[in-house]
């Protein structure tokens, strides 16, 4: 069983920085498709930022509204995903998710709040 465990969430001014981390059990962070959505009260649950396996080469991709702002990125000793957010602003306030998908099968953890005063 995948466990998945988000920390780094928190209250922040805008324009301010936070890093998301997401830790999981087994070495398999390498091998796994990860991403980082979030959802918003109200709101569908949205992608922001997702890093491939590396297997596959890894590349990352961003939703338009945080590109040029978060970074993805990915620790395979530490078998743990980040997401470097700088420049936040009051709508990047949400609930954020770190998913893993691997052999075909979605893995979430429990999520962390992000929120964004202005």
């Known amino acids: 069983q995948v466990q998945l465990v988000e920390s780094g969430g928190g209250l922040v001014q805008a324009g301010g920085s936070l890093r998301l981390s997401c830790a999981a059990s087994?070495?398999?962070?390498?091998?796994?498709?990860m991403s980082w959505y979030r959802q918003a009260p109200g709101k569908q649950r949205e992608l922001v930022a997702a890093?491939?396996?590396?297997?596959?080469?890894?590349?990352?991709n961003y939703a338009d509204s945080v590109k040029g702002r978060f970074t993805i990125s990915r620790s395979n000793p530490k078998n743990t995903v980040y997401l470097q957010m700088n420049s936040l602003k009051p709508e990047d306030t949400a609930v954020y998710y770190c998913?893993?998908?691997?052999?075909?099968?979605?893995?979430w953890g429990q999520g962390t709040q992000v929120t964004v005063s202005s």
């Open positions: 998913n893993l998908l691997l052999y075909g099968i979605s893995y």
């Open positions: 087994g070495g398999i962070v390498s091998v796994s498709d």
């Open positions: 890093i491939a396996a590396i297997s596959v080469g890894g590349s990352t």
